[in-house]
């Protein structure tokens, strides 16, 4: 049988940098020394910022608002309802859960309410108009309601896999953006993603561990996305060569320079709704008010 250092049954394998075997007690220590290690190392956070910590109803958002608030940050929660059947509904019970299982004050908007739609109205491309109206009503929430910072829940696969997305297709522009900590600009807040090191398997399993709520329904809408095909081609590859994520991540970090092509980049106000946009229209008002 294999053992924690401590002596007891081990609960899970770590598989990088080094292997190791901890039980439940040690991988809690392990995983939150991780994540403040993270912190402090990319200047992430401070105590005395106001964090909206935007929350899905899935394991990783939910982990990240438990683990700041543990850690002593201050934090609010914010949930949109996008509206989307089979999904929305039980998203919104454990959101709902979760706020209460860490004692923290939750907002919930509706975009039928702001919008007179819902996602499922809209006709295209569903998944990337629904990642445009989040991050555009996050923001705006945040802003106008005195918060500095936005922390998600984003994975290091979610952003190799977004990553690997834009080698594909040579998207230059966006291979600069794949940071732990966006600065704010204007009236966009900074954005940290506490969990850019921090593989998707462990998050799980610290969630599962000290039975955090929250749901494993996922939106039937995004199965489709080449994303998720990539998160599945990476892990085999982290399987064969351990490590290989890791590199790839760090690796990234070490030579993003070469993809600063827009440095002085001039943001403007939307026409529309005033919010800092790249273009005389920002795109949530594309979608959403033309
Ligand atoms: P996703 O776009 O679903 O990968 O989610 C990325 C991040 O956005 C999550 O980690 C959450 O922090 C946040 N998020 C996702 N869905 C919602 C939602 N319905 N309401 C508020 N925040 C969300
Ligand atoms: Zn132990
Ligand atoms: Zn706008």
Same mark, same amino acid.
């Given at each position: ?94 959101? !709902? ?89 204007? !009236? ?103």
């Amino acid at each position: 049988m294999l053992k924690c250092f401590c002596g007891k049954e081990s609960y899970i394998k770590i598989t990088y940098p080094k292997v190791k075997y901890l039980c439940k007690e040690h991988f809690i220590e392990y995983f939150e020394n991780r994540v403040k290690r993270s912190i402090e190392k990319f200047k992430m956070l401070s105590k005395d910022e106001k964090i909206l910590v935007p929350i899905s109803g899935g394991k990783d958002s939910h982990a990240a608002a438990y683990i700041l608030k543990k850690l002593g940050y201050d934090i609010e929660l914010f949930h949109i309802n996008l509206g989307i059947s089979n999904f929305s509904e039980i998203s919104l019970e454990k959101v !709902k859960e979760l706020s209460n299982f860490i004692n923290a004050k939750l907002h919930v908007v509706n975009l039928k309410e702001i919008t007179g739609k819902t996602i499922e109205d809209v006709k295209g491309k569903m998944c990337s108009i629904c990642g445009i109206t989040k991050r555009y009503l996050m923001n705006k929430f945040g802003y106008e309601h005195g918060f500095d910072t936005i922390v998600t829940g984003h994975n290091m696969d979610d952003e190799l896999s977004f990553m690997l997305n834009n080698l594909l297709g040579w998207n230059i522009r966006y291979l600069a953006k794949h940071l732990p900590v966006l600065p704010a600009h204007d !009236k966009f807040l900074k954005k940290v993603k506490i969990f850019y090191e921090i593989e998707e398997k462990y998050i799980k399993a610290y969630a599962d561990t000290l039975n955090i709520p929250y749901t494993t329904v996922k939106c039937k809408y995004a199965k489709k996305a080449i994303t998720i095909r990539h998160r599945e081609y990476l892990n085999k590859l982290e399987e064969e060569k351990p490590g290989i994520k890791y590199h790839f991540l760090y690796g990234y970090l070490k030579n993003r320079e070469l993809f600063e092509v827009e440095k002085d980049f001039k943001f403007r106000e939307c026409e529309i709704c005033g919010m800092t946009s790249a273009s005389k229209i920002c795109s949530f008002c594309r979608v959403w008010r033309r």
